[in-house]
């Protein structure tokens, strides 16, 4: 009966692992513009691979016998570090393709990473001019 | 019953990793490329911790963690170049 309960969480979590892989992957792929682009994969890939790796840890728990924790440091390492990816990307879109003028304004002691400060710089310098 | 799933999600993951490839060919900027690299080790981390399940064994689980790790400070290492054209100053 457990073995049976297992079995099925175990499928469970794997069917859903792998069709939130394929549609993050598909995303990546249909996504008009690029910081949707940048939804896709960070979300649903790292949920993909967190349902592998759950799905991991009860194999071993429960068919082999010998519990292991190897799959939740993965885990861990993984739910901390996709999101400092992301924000990298973004950051370095932002520097690249996006101009200042179509930014919302940041709040008043703040401005937008990925701008150099020097730009920031020179621009209040012109609007206080003006 | 765990055989079929796992079959199915090698085939996912296989199919997400051609995808990533194909995108990785026809990106328009290096910014899209970086995301399919990042997305291509995810998918391979999965890829390998399905191939231990299969085989029932350990010993991939710290390749996993090295590639884990390697891929973060290298998508890291990318987005710091385009963001200030080097890496170390």
Redesign the interface.
């Known amino acids: 009966m457990i073995l049976t309960l297992s ?2 969480l ?2 469970i979590s ?2 859903l ?3 939130f ?2 549609v ?3 995303g ?2 249909k996504l008009p513009d ?1 910081m949707s ?2 939804h896709a ?1 960070t979300k649903a ?2 949920l ?2 967190g349902g ?2 759950i ?2 840890l009860i ?2 728990l429960m ?2 016998g ?1 519990p ?1 924790f ?2 939740l ?2 885990t861990l ?2 739910f901390l ?2 999101p ?2 992301a924000n ?2 973004a ?3 932002i ?3 996006v101009e200042k003028a179509d930014l919302p304004d940041p709040s008043p002691d703040q401005s937008w990473a ?1 701008l150099t400060i020097g730009e920031d710089v020179q621009d209040d310098a012109e609007a206080s001019d003006a | ?2 055989d ?3 079959w ?2 090698f ?3 296989g ?3 051609l ?2 490839l ?2 990785i060919v026809t990106a328009e ?1 290096v ?2 490329r ?3 690299l ?2 291509m080790v ?2 391979a ?2 890829l390998l ?2 191939f ?2 299969s085989n ?1 064994t ?1 010993i991939f ?2 390749a ?2 090295i590639i ?2 390697l891929g ?1 400070v290298s ?2 290492a990318y ?2 170049f ?2 200030r054209g080097n890496i170390i100053e």
């Open positions: 079995e099925l175990i499928t794997l069917m692992a792998g069709v892989g394929f993050g992957s598909f990546l792929i690029p682009r940048l994969p890939t790292t993909g691979v592998v790796l799905a991991s194999h071993a068919i082999e010998t292991s190897h799959e440091l993965i390492f993984l570090t996709a400092v990816t990298f990307i950051k370095a879109h520097h690249r393709h990925g | 019953m765990i079929y799933a796992i199915f999600a085939a996912c993951f199919a997400a990793l995808m990533n194909w995108k900027g910014g899209d970086v995301l399919a990042d997305t995810i998918n981390i999965a911790v399905l231990g399940m029932g350990e689980f710290e996993a963690m884990a790790m973060f998508t890291v987005a710091r385009m963001l």
